[in-house]
């Protein structure tokens, strides 16, 4: 009897863990802040990799986390890889579009511990004389499982977020210098297809 109840729940929880495995959803995460400064001086930190590691959350949960940029480290095509050693994994960041004064677009390529792209977009508006609404989202399709993770993590990597959204604030408004970053050879491979949202 007790051996036919555990072999139910085994075979219970790996149905569940194989349907949340194969069934696809969507996933968004955003944070915004109000920044006392206009787009055309905000805009450039945000095109450039070489002043990501001031303020991108990621620098914020590993500081000793391996990293690489392109050269040059800014405009379309523009590269900031990682490798972390404490639970970030190993991908890129590549800036691929800006369609217009105020929007980055950018892909989200993890390569470890397991594959996904995601895109995330920075879009930065003006409200009034020299003050801009800054937002940023991170989007993505992936399969249940892997987007109940991702919001598992979003829980946990909320106030780094809100923290590095503080940080960009402080550098424009304050004209705090940003550390420089030498550029360095992109190591991060086109593991997956150019399959962002």
Known sequence: MIKRLLFSVIVGVG??????????????????????????????????FSRWPAFWPWEKLDPKMKRTMSDPPNGIGARYGYESTHG?????????EIPSPGVCRYKLEMIAPRPSVAS????????????????????????????????????LAAAPY??????????????????????????????????AP
Do not use: C, M
Request: proline letters at 7%; glycine letters at 6%; hydrophobic letters at 35%.
């Open 120 to 155: 995330v977009v920075f879009t930065v508006t003006e409200t009034a004389s020299g003050k801009s609404h800054v937002s940023f989202e991170t989007k993505a399709n992936g399969r249940l499982f892997e987007t109940l993770l991702a919001r598992w993590v979003e829980s």
């Open 88 to 96: 970030l994994g190993k991908g890129y960041i590549e800036l691929v």
């Open 15 to 48: 149905g569940v863990y194989l349907v949340a495995t194969q069934i696809h959803s969507d996933y968004k995460f955003e944070r915004s802040i109000d920044i006392s400064a206009p787009v055309k001086k905000i805009q450039p930190v945000l095109e450039d």
């Open 162 to 195: 809100e923290q590095s959204l503080a940080e960009l604030k402080k550098i424009v408004e304050g004209g705090v210098p940003t550390p420089s970053v030498p550029a360095q050879p992109s190591t991060t491979p086109d593991a997956l297809p150019d399959t």
